[in-house]
């Protein structure tokens, strides 16, 4: 992928990586040469970029949905091979005839850029524009050849042809031409006559008394032989039964019990009737067309006589057995005829008559030919097709090859890039670091990886919709501040690349560090909060307890909580013990004993040492605190990447692209006053906090500090010693004597 070229390029380092600079033609007529390791993304979906939806399907050469590298770099070379000034890419300025080199494919573009100044009534020195090319029905009428091979009911006259062009779009579905009709190709028409020769070949494999039995109403009498065939057949069958046993009459007609069911119910639906037998056996081997039919298929047995009896038979006003075994035999060669038939599209939809028509009228052919006269336009048409390819490509090419090749934009702190969605507004601060997803779970099992906090939220316009929608999901990423009132249900509101608002509501959070500052705070906060919530259960107890001891002295008929109910207590637990008790306070005791011991233990140590020796303690107690979560937040912080969050959408990101603590500052903004305000300190609502336990802890402070000073300083004095008794001498003889 890579080849040796004089090309000096130049590098911005941003998001950890080197990344390309394009800052003139020559860096995109080199761009081939770059070696694909340096890019930023090596693919990307179409969806959800802020850029030119047909830009880009102009880029996705295979229609893919996706833009990848190679397809880069032809979108680059064809651009650069049809302007007269490539430089003019990096140049916001319109676009002229004198804009197109002199090559030949420049030429094809000055022509057609002319003959579209000609038909708009302006002249040759005037601009083109996007808005002169937006519509492409403007410049491709319904009714004239454009060149795209594909032809609508408007472009032929024949009626007859018309018709045709409507009955493959109804059996195969259409194409959308130029002029935004649906329309024919050449392909879908050679399919349609594939499949109707089929139809065509099945139908004249068939001989004329297949296909008539029964003269020129043979397909209704075909169809209502095949509709009665088993009911006629269980008829005769149980009429044979009944001949051969005389018992078998009445189990064989409808019962009495089945009758009696019947009569209790509405028979205004005869789907009940239908179950019955045909006819009542009384009959005999005739079968009834006329009177003493089942009502549930009088219809249909009143259309055999009509279509099946009477060609064969004459009006009559029954058959036997043999009269219907003659009829069926009649139809056994249609039916297997019929059943080879081609299982179709085109059977679905047009009747086997119509196809036979349309293959025998050479249709086929005709539209064969307005396909070709609609190419022989393809030179022109297409000249206007590349000219609006080149406006858009002049207009936001550089942009994606500076969010594809690099993230320029990203990293620009007066830009976003194409895959950023928006702002999001949410307790207190805006994230720009918003991407629109599909799935929020499918994404988050991927972007959790990027070692960020991640917000995703359902945003909702309710009849105000925006490119066709009203509601769409997206992921926020927080880079800053504090994450304490980020939760699922928090809403917020959403603004999109285009200023529409969106009501936004957090549906899923993944929860990572946002900054090493939070996670000083974290252990004392998660401390805090259980010593809160053991508090409250606490309370929560003992309020239950007071409400339980009150409604047992109130009386029986009293409410207790039923959480709050205790247990019946019996006649020895209520008995005080004496003993249990004194425990109770030795174990009180000795726990405060030990806690005594153990801050003289702290304070003896504390005094024990030097003045400045003191805040060094006090740094290594916090040290052990939050040093460990600190650290943590730390490691995840320098982890923290933009990759995942895109690979999670489809994207093939080439490197980390590091999102770095001052960079996340960027991304996600916290409140600040506007400059120059005036801001009043005195909240007349705020909580009014009592003096004393402020006031308490500087005295403690205080005596703390004096006592220490006054044993480090020995201000007190040491105690006076007792005065020497001087040592009497004794004699020796003394002391012997004694």
Request: proline share 4%; hydrophobic share 45%; charged share 20%.
């Amino acid at each position: 992928m890579t080849s040796k070229t004089g090309h000096h390029w130049q590098f911005f380092r941003a998001g950890g990586f080197d990344q390309v600079r394009l800052e003139s033609a020559a860096d995109l007529a080199a761009l081939r040469s770059l070696d694909q390791k340096l890019w930023a993304t090596l693919t990307c979906p179409v969806v959800n970029l802020e850029l030119d939806p047909r830009m880009l399907s102009y880029i996705d050469s295979n229609g893919d949905g996706r833009i990848r590298a190679p397809e880069i770099l032809d979108a680059v070379d064809w651009t650069l091979a049809h302007l007269a000034d490539p430089e003019a890419l990096f140049r916001e300025e319109p676009v002229t005839l004198s804009s197109f080199n002199d090559s030949a494919k420049g030429q094809r573009l000055t022509l057609s850029a002319r003959r579209l100044l000609q038909v708009m009534g302006r002249a040759e020195t005037d601009s083109i524009s996007i808005k002169d090319t937006e519509d492409l029905s403007a410049l491709f009428p319904a009714g004239e050849a454009n060149g795209d091979g594909l032809v609508p009911a408007t472009m032929v006259a024949d009626a007859e042809l018309k018709q045709v062009i409507g009955e493959i779009i109804s059996c195969l579905g259409g194409e959308k031409d130029r002029s935004g009709e649906q329309a024919v190709s050449a392909t879908l028409i050679n399919e349609f006559f594939a499949q109707a020769k089929a139809v065509f070949d099945w139908h004249q494999g068939a001989s004329v008394a297949s296909l008539k039995p029964f003269g020129e109403h043979s397909a209704s009498a075909i169809a209502v032989i095949s509709k009665l065939r088993d009911k006629v057949d269980d008829y005769f069958t149980r009429v044979e039964l009944a001949a051969y046993d005389p018992r078998a009459a009445d189990i064989m007609n409808a019962g009495k019990a089945e009758l009696e069911r019947l009569s209790a119910l509405s028979l205004a639906d005869t789907t009940e009737l239908a179950e019955l037998p045909l006819a009542n056996l009384q009959h005999g081997a005739f079968l009834p067309l006329r009177e003493g039919v089942n009502p549930a298929w009088q219809s249909a047995v009143e259309d055999l006589r009509e279509w099946a009896v009477k060609p064969l038979f004459g009006d009559q006003d029954g058959i036997d057995r043999e009269q219907w075994r003659e009829m069926v035999a009649r139809g056994n060669d249609y039916f297997a005829w019929w059943s080879q038939r081609p299982d179709l599209a085109i059977m679905g939809q047009l009747s086997v008559e119509r196809i036979v028509s349309l293959v025998e009228q050479n249709a086929q052919e005709l539209l064969l030919a307005e396909v070709a006269r609609d190419m022989e336009q393809a030179g022109a048409a297409e000249g206007l097709v590349d000219l609006d390819k080149l406006l858009r490509f002049k207009r936001g090419l550089l942009e994606l090859l500076r969010n594809f090749v690099s993230f320029y934009d990203f990293y620009s702190p007066d830009r976003k890039a194409v895959f950023q969605a928006g702002r999001l507004y949410i307790d207190g601060k805006s994230c720009d670091l918003v991407v629109q997803v599909a799935d929020a779970n499918a994404h988050a099992a991927i972007a959790a990886k990027s070692e960020s906090f991640l917000l995703y939220c359902n945003c909702v316009r309710k009849g105000q919709p925006v490119r066709g929608r009203e509601s769409m999901t997206i992921v926020a990423g927080v880079t800053a501040g504090a994450e304490h009132e980020l939760m699922v249900g928090r809403n917020g509101l959403f603004y999109d690349r285009d200023g529409n608002d969106w009501d936004a509501t957090v549906i899923k959070v993944v929860e990572n560090a946002i900054s090493v500052r939070l996670a000083f705070w974290s252990p004392y906060r998660r401390v805090a909060g259980m010593v809160s919530d053991q508090i409250q259960k606490m309370a929560s107890s003992r309020d239950n307890a007071l409400v339980t001891d009150a409604a047992s002295k109130v009386g029986p008929g009293a409410v207790v909580p039923a959480a709050a109910a205790p247990a019946p207590a019996s006649a020895a637990a209520k008995t005080f013990d004496i003993a249990k008790f004194a425990g109770i306070f030795a174990a009180i005791g000795l726990a405060l004993g030990a806690l005594g011991a153990a801050l003289a233990a702290v304070f003896t140590g504390l005094l024990s040492l030097q003045w400045w020796q003191w805040p060094l303690v006090l740094v290594g107690i916090i040290a052990a605190i939050s040093g460990p979560s600190m650290l943590m937040a730390w490691f995840k912080l320098r982890r923290r990447s933009l990759g995942p969050i895109l690979d999670a959408n489809g994207w093939a990101v080439n490197t980390r692209a590091k999102i770095s603590i001052p960079f996340g500052t960027t991304l996600t903004q916290l409140p600040h006053l506007p400059e120059g305000s005036a801001r009043s300190l005195r909240d007349p609502y705020a909580e009014k906090r009592p003096v004393w336990p402020a006031l308490l802890a500087v005295v403690i402070v205080l005596v703390l500090v004096l006592g220490w000073t006054a044993w480090e300083r020995n201000w007190l004095g040491s105690a006076a010693a007792p005065a020497e008794t001087p040592a009497v001498e004794t004699a020796p003889e003394a002391v012997i004597s004694e």
